[in-house]
């Protein structure tokens, strides 16, 4: 079949719902209604003639030509990305998707040098899309190691192979409990009876077993995947849980977070610029790297 315009734009909206999950979490990524994306699947679908997936009350699945398609599509976008970037390096300028994969709440930190190194960048020129896909941390190193993201901002305490990782600064988190849980406004000298029987939210944010080993109680019925959901359930009263420092002081400065014995519980981990070692031959992905370094005074 030939390629045109309107397959790019349906095949980008198909790995958009195969990296969210589903059509519902696609839609915040993709900015669009539910039903809109079904329609767009569906045109997909007609045009290659195959079923993609499975949808319904059992969940989203990929069929065996779906799972095909969907690392061709892979294939063929990051070759069109290529293009334009090679063209576009031909003539001296800068042109194509700058495509950056993130974790949640990095906004909220003053250290972040995300839009100064956008701003700089859009300066150069404005022959370039940006991309920005706020994700887990281990989908971070994922998108950059199979070339979906130019340039990954996260965590890591196990760095993978293929991949650059570059200190940027340090976050500090620390263990919070809401008003209305009993570790609020308890004694200092009650604070480890009320540990003892406390609910921690687990969160794959980092493996909290492996990096912290602090004795709290993980098994319960909480977990999060981000940072926003962490701070839901804390809001709740029902569980405690880490937060970065930067994120959390939004609800302290309003009375409705303490840090708990923050001397102990607490811990700290390098956010880094995470890179792909092969893509020194790419302006674009340079540019934005060095954007970043500068931003952040590496």
């Not at 990305?81 to 390096?89: H, L, W």
């Not at 709740?236 to 930067?246: D, K, Q, R, V």
Request: some cysteine.
């Amino acid at each position: 079949m030939q390629v045109h315009d309107v397959d790019l734009r349906l095949l980008r909206i198909f790995v958009a719902i195969v990296e969210s999950g589903g059509l519902s979490a696609a839609e915040s990524r993709l900015n669009i209604g539910r039903s809109t994306i079904s329609s767009h699947l569906s045109d997909l679908e007609v045009r290659l003639g195959i079923k993609l997936c499975k949808r319904g009350r059992g969940g989203f699945e990929l069929t065996e030509p779906g799972r095909v398609t969907y690392q061709a599509s892979l294939e063929l976008l990051q070759q069109c990305e290529a293009f334009a970037t090679t063209v576009a390096s031909s003539k001296n300028e800068l042109s194509g998707r700058v495509t950056i994969a993130v974790i949640d709440t990095m906004a909220s930190d003053p250290r972040c040098g995300i839009a100064n190194a956008i701003a700089s960048l859009k300066k150069q020129s404005d022959n370039i899309q940006f991309d920005i896909n706020v994700c887990e941390a281990k989908e971070v190193e994922t998108s950059v190691i199979n070339g979906r993201s130019l340039v990954g901002l996260g965590v890591s305490r196990h760095h993978l192979r293929g991949l650059e990782y570059i200190p940027l600064y340090d976050e500090k988190n620390y263990l919070y409990c809401a008003k209305g849980h009993p570790l609020f406004d308890c004694k200092v000298s009650q604070v480890n009876k009320f540990l003892n029987s406390a609910e921690v939210v687990s969160s794959n944010y980092m493996r909290d077993k492996e990096v912290r080993n602090d004795g709290l109680n993980y098994m319960n019925s909480a977990i999060a995947y981000h940072d926003e959901g962490i701070a839901h359930l804390i809001l709740s009263g029902a569980f405690i849980g880490y937060l970065p420092e930067h994120y959390a002081s939004y609800w302290v400065d309003k009375g409705l977070f303490k840090a708990i014995s923050p001397q102990k519980y607490a811990y700290t981990i390098p956010v880094s610029l995470i890179t792909a070692k092969n893509n020194s031959a790419s302006p674009l992905a340079n540019a934005i790297i060095n954007e970043l370094k500068n931003s952040h005074a590496v």
